[in-house]
């Protein structure tokens, strides 16, 4: 599993509040990605990470943001979270070496 | 844009039969593709990876073939078991550390 974290696993939230994910990865990998996946769109990007700092937006990077202040951890804030963002949301790492990418288990987010 | 199309979404096969998996993009210039298989409510796992100067990769009783020049990638599973069912997704990046396009993958029902 490449020592891929996410936090929250499940979380329920109400329309307007802000919400954080965490990916915590314990090897070290330079590139950091955070997926949204969405029956009949599949898996799609919102933000990706090429290093302490250095962030890009993805195809459907509004209403997120992201912050990467240490190379091990990842964050996803949703600034003001809808109903359109309920959906479970993938963070991946690229590894190193060799280029394969590993995914967390995801996290579950319903807004209400 | 990468474009990548997995067809058929459903298949469904007795046990014990080959599975024949179909992934294809539409640019060339991918730097290599990567295999991935998701259960319901679980993370996406890693199976295998294509270097884009690489022609096929093998796994136990997976094997992943790539071919630039046609945009296709295809993944065959021999002697399949219930165990296999799952959705099957491929991905591939444009360049080093470019983000990955995903396929809509394809679901697979082994039947005992």
């Known amino acids: 599993d490449a020592g891929i974290t996410q936090s929250p696993r499940h979380k329920v939230t109400e329309t307007g509040t802000p919400v954080t994910l965490r990916c915590h990865q314990t090897?070290?990998?330079?590139?950091m990605y955070w997926y949204r996946q969405d029956p009949g769109h599949g898996l799609r990007l919102i933000h990706y990470?090429?290093?302490?700092?250095?962030?890009d937006k993805g195809e459907v990077s509004d209403g997120y943001s992201v912050s990467r202040s240490k190379t091990e951890d990842f964050l996803l804030t949703l600034e003001s979270a809808t109903s359109s963002q309920t959906s479970v949301y993938f963070c991946?790492?690229?590894?190193?070496?060799?280029?394969?990418?590993?995914f967390g288990e995801g996290s579950w987010l319903t807004v209400v | 844009k990468q474009e990548v199309t997995q067809i058929p979404a459903a298949l469904s096969v007795p046990e014990g039969e080959n599975l024949v998996l179909n992934c294809s993009f539409t640019?060339?210039?991918?730097?290599?593709l990567q295999w991935f298989r998701q259960d319901p409510g679980k993370g996406l796992t890693s199976l295998l990876l294509?270097?884009?100067?690489?022609r096929e990769q093998t796994s136990g009783r997976l094997n992943a073939s790539l071919d630039k020049s046609s945009g296709r990638s295809t993944l065959y599973i021999a002697a399949s078991q219930p165990g296999d069912s799952a959705t099957y997704l491929c991905?591939?990046?444009?360049?080093?550390?470019?983000?990955?396009?995903f396929g809509g993958g394809t679901r697979v029902l082994v039947k005992p």
């Open positions: 991946a790492i690229r590894e190193t070496s060799g280029n394969t990418i590993y």
């Open positions: 090897e070290n990998h330079r590139y």
């Open positions: 990470s090429y290093g302490v700092k250095d962030t």
């Open positions: 640019d060339s210039a991918i730097y290599n």
């Open positions: 294509i270097q884009s100067s690489q």
């Open positions: 991905a591939g990046p444009q360049a080093a550390g470019n983000k990955l396009t």
